[in-house]
């Protein structure tokens, strides 16, 4: 299977989103009271017990199916959220969820501008559940670039640099895992979303590199496997190279252009590495204080050293005149 965007938005649409679902702790879905105005307000925090008060009182909830919120929806038809129901929200088809996130959390926001891959699949997914702005200031205040929320130069050129840099397996998991983190941080200051934390927990644990059943969709112009030692791997299909992808892994190319020059440059890396080692290990032997209390020692020696000097040449001139 070949992981395009529409066949990723419809793996997860297929396996981690429901039917539909009206449930009021859902932020996703509308309560709107029987005066016809949203609860709470656009700009107003979540709060369920106006939510429930407003259905008490005769008020009407829209709820989502497959994931798409009513604010989605109408977005998508270009129509108004009020002029939805539950039986128009029930009729969305998986086909139509699938062109809903295309259009709206894969193309609209730019993110269809960064290389396409396991990585940005996970970004399309996240934006679906937090919403595409959302997502993208998340992933680029860990990147370091200007967290703006706008695929622009600056982010693809920080994307590309962090996924070079640490490999597509450890990208893999810190995003998962940055997620994760964020989910439980949101739960503990909205305890009412608690419900949906494990679930939220899974779903950011489906992208990373240990489900293979996920990561072995991958196969377009390479295929990512692993060897009879488990590791993660890049199988270039034009030459038969492989790279890497665990955590951690330099991007090694092994095969028909390997060669001499590999040779090299493994030994110069090498080389490189082990140098760095022994300056880290041996900036590491005393902590920080202690190694300014040797810089004041040192001055201190080196203080008194040229006093003395300069005393004693004074004295050698003196003696000299006489």
């Known amino acids: 299977m070949t992981m395009t965007p529409d066949a990723v938005i419809r793996d997860f649409v297929s396996g981690h989103e429901g039917g539909y679902q009206n449930k009021l702790e859902d932020r996703g879905n509308i309560v709107i009271d029987r005066n016809g105005k949203i609860i709470p307000g656009p700009k107003q925090a979540f709060n369920l017990a106006a939510r429930r008060k407003a259905m008490a009182e005769g008020g009407r909830v829209i709820g989502t ?52 891959g396991p990585i940005t699949a996970i970004l399309v997914d996240m ?27 600056e982010m693809i050129d920080a994307w590309n640099k962090w996924i070079e840099t640490q490999g597509v397996a ?8 940055w997620k994760i983190a964020a989910y439980q941080a949101d739960v503990a200051k909205n305890p009412e979303q608690r419900k949906w934390l494990q679930g939220w927990i ?38 038969g190279a492989q790279r890497r992808l665990d955590v951690n892994a330099s991007p ?16 110069v890396a090498g080389l490189g590495y082990m140098a ?8 590491n032997i005393f902590p920080q204080w202690m190694w300014g209390a040797l810089g004041l020692v040192a001055a201190i020696f080196a203080l008194l050293y040229f006093t003395g000097l300069i005393k004693l040449r004074r004295q050698e001139h003196k003696d000299w005149k006489h």
């Not at 559940?129 to 706008?150: H, L, M, N, Y």
């Not at 590199?209 to 991958?218: D, I, L, M, S, Y």
């Not at 090694?252 to 030994?267: D, E, F, K, L, V």
Request: net charge negative; hydrophobic share 40%; with cysteine.
């Open 65 to 116: 199916m497959r994931g798409v919120t009513p604010a989605t929806y109408a977005q998508f038809q270009g129509r108004s959220v009020y002029s939805l129901d539950e039986q128009q929200m029930q009729a969305i088809s998986e086909d139509e969820a699938v062109e809903v996130g295309l259009k709206l959390y894969y193309v609209a926001p730019g993110i269809d501008q960064l290389p396409w």
């Open 127 to 153: 934006g679906w559940g937090s919403g595409p702005e959302t997502a993208i200031k998340f992933i680029q205040r860990r990147i370091r670039c200007s967290a703006d929320g706008v695929v622009g130069p």
């Open 170 to 177: 450890k990208a893999a998991t810190d995003f998962a895992n």
């Open 202 to 239: 899974n779903r950011a644990n489906y992208f990373k590199p240990e489900n293979w059943a996920w990561w072995k969709k991958w196969e377009e112009d390479t295929e990512v496997i692993r060897n009879a030692s488990g590791d993660l791997l890049e199988y270039r299909n034009d030459d």
């Open 252 to 267: 090694a190319i092994s095969g028909a252009r390997s060669g001499i020059w590999a040779t090299i440059g493994s030994a």
């Open 276 to 283: 760095s080692s022994i300056v880290k290990d041996i900036a």
